[in-house]
């Protein structure tokens, strides 16, 4: 299934982003920040664990980065016609990559973070998905542990409420390796959030941004 046909399929994606002059999702855009305890319809066997808090518990730490500094990994989305660069400093940190269209949704929020601690990526990514599941009225659409590029990673579409809208949503975490010596390990996350009403309307930029993502060690 393509990009726009998950897309336009009817809802997509979890948030953790934010938009300027947009509603105000819960602080999702970093897993290692506070994340959102709103419960949720869909019907698990016990309540999803946020990647935060099971990084947390098994001595993992992380610091954000710019993913323009990165010498030993490339990572970056392109700018479709008509998007630009967002910054508020009050809002987002000066390290996380933002692009929106008009200013509002939908947008495209990219973070980076250089992790410290022993750990095995096959079992964080496990956890990758599970802060979807804490949004109200969640409803996923797709949803794949399939490495991405050669890493660890997961992906989950899905739509929620908010403030009285309807969200849809794309997010990817990756865990990716730097270049040797050092064989840095990061935590990469890419989310696009659009209001699910337009979601075919932006289905075309949306799939550029996916489809131009790129988690490489240089």
């Known amino acids: 299934m393509t990009a726009r046909r998950t897309i336009a399929a009817g809802a997509a994606i979890v948030a953790l982003t934010l938009a300027a002059c947009a509603p105000?999702?819960?602080?999702?855009?970093?897993?290692?920040?506070?994340?959102?305890?709103?419960?949720?319809?869909?019907?698990?066997?016990s309540k999803p664990v946020p990647l935060s808090k099971y990084l947390e518990s098994i001595g993992v730490t992380g610091q954000q980065v710019a993913p323009g500094s990165l010498t030993d990994l490339t990572v970056s989305i392109p700018t479709p016609p008509g998007w630009s660069p967002f910054n508020d400093p009050k809002k987002i940190t000066p390290e996380t990559v933002m692009i929106s269209k008009g200013g509002k949704y939908p947008t495209a929020r990219l973070v980076?973070?250089?992790?410290?601690?022993?750990?095995?990526?096959?079992?964080?990514?496990?956890?990758?998905?599970?802060?979807?599941?804490?949004?109200q009225n969640f409803r996923q659409l797709?949803?794949?542990?399939?490495?991405?590029?050669?890493?660890?990673?997961?992906?989950?579409?899905?739509?929620?409420?908010?403030?009285?809208?309807?969200?849809?949503?794309?997010?990817?975490?990756?865990?990716?390796?730097?270049?040797?010596?050092?064989?840095?390990?990061?935590?990469?996350?890419?989310?696009?959030?659009?209001?699910?009403g337009e979601a075919v309307a932006q289905s075309t930029d949306i799939e550029a941004i996916i489809h131009g993502f790129v988690v490489a060690a240089k």
């Not at 992790?115 to 599941?133: C, E, M, S, W, Y």
């Open 142 to 196: 797709d949803a794949s542990t399939a490495p991405f590029n050669g890493f660890p990673s997961s992906m989950i579409q899905g739509s929620y409420d908010l403030d009285g809208a309807r969200l849809h949503s794309w997010n990817r975490i990756v865990i990716p390796t730097g270049s040797p010596p050092a064989s840095q390990r990061y935590l990469v996350q890419l989310t696009i959030t659009d209001l699910a």
């Open 112 to 135: 980076v973070f250089q992790l410290r601690g022993d750990f095995d990526p096959a079992q964080v990514i496990k956890h990758g998905n599970d802060d979807a599941q804490l949004f």
């Open 24 to 45: 105000k999702p819960p602080d999702y855009s970093s897993v290692l920040g506070t994340t959102s305890s709103t419960t949720t319809t869909t019907t698990t066997t």
